[in-house]
């Protein structure tokens, strides 16, 4: 049974940075695509970031590229998501997303939530001023 569990949310002042990280269990981690999402209320669960089963291949939405970087640690089971210069629009709930890689994937095949057939449960990051 696939697993996702999201650690380091919190309250940062603007400006500020946070480091979240994903634990997998019940995968076979390394052959596996993970993205982030984010679902700020009232509004739909959006992209943030992706990474390839093999970090060949990394995706940002536009708003976190430059700020937010994606990395990921086979050994270990974990993918991170280091987010500074943090904004108010970054206020959300966070959440990992795990699909097995596919060799036919599109770049736009990770933007899509409809890909991931696991997730966390969420960390909720709020910025404050």
């Known amino acids: 049974q696939v697993q996702l569990a999201e650690s380091g949310g919190g309250l940062v002042q603007l400006g500020g940075s946070l480091k979240l990280a994903c634990a997998a269990s019940?995968?076979?981690?390394?052959?596996?695509?993970m993205g982030w999402f984010r679902q700020a209320p009232g509004k739909e669960r959006e992209f943030v970031s992706a990474i390839s089963s093999t970090a060949d291949r990394i995706y940002y939405t536009p708003s976190v590229k430059g700020r937010f970087t994606i990395s990921r640690d086979n050994t270990k089971n974990m993918v991170y998501l280091q987010m500074n210069d943090l904004k108010f629009e970054d206020s959300a709930d966070y959440y990992c997303?795990?699909?097995?890689?596919?060799?036919?994937?599109?770049?736009?095949?990770?933007?899509?939530?409809?890909?991931?057939?696991?997730w966390g449960q969420g960390t909720l990051v709020t910025v404050s001023s």
């Open positions: 997303a795990a699909q097995p890689q596919s060799q036919y994937a599109s770049p736009g095949t990770y933007y899509s939530k409809n890909y991931y057939d696991h």
């Open positions: 019940g995968v076979t981690f390394s052959s596996y695509a």
